[in-house]
């Protein structure tokens, strides 16, 4: 699976998909030093990102990365909504029902 790594001068980011982290088990193990769009959760490059790619080998995922940089400026994703897990399911659903498909509890 290849996902999205970002970054700025101070910090860096890893795009992970809501349904991925579900399937994972991480919605509540993530930190507000992450943030949030839509269906994508951007894990803060030290402890979330661990966690994560910790899960994903767990369950035989082989993750790589393609990276983009901000060399000059801060990144949009500081703009972002901070990860909260109440967040994080509320986005879940809304994308869920959107697509037809029934809401997990």
């Known amino acids: 699976m290849r996902l999205r790594y970002s970054s700025d001068p101070g910090h860096g980011w890893l795009a992970v998909p809501l349904e991925l982290l579900d399937r994972l088990g991480l919605l509540d ?20 990102c661990s ?6 080998k767990e369950a035989g995922l082989t993750i790589t990365m393609r ?8 990144s949009r994703i500081r703009g972002y909504d901070c990860y909260t897990p109440a967040a994080a399911r509320r986005n879940l659903e809304n994308l869920r029902a959107q697509k037809g498909r029934p809401i997990e509890s």
């Open 67 to 74: 990276g983009t940089t901000c060399a000059y400026r801060r």
């Open 29 to 48: 193990r993530i930190t507000t030093y992450s943030y949030l769009r839509g269906g994508t959760a951007h894990l803060e490059e030290d402890c979330d």
């Open 51 to 56: 966690a994560f790619m910790a899960a994903a």
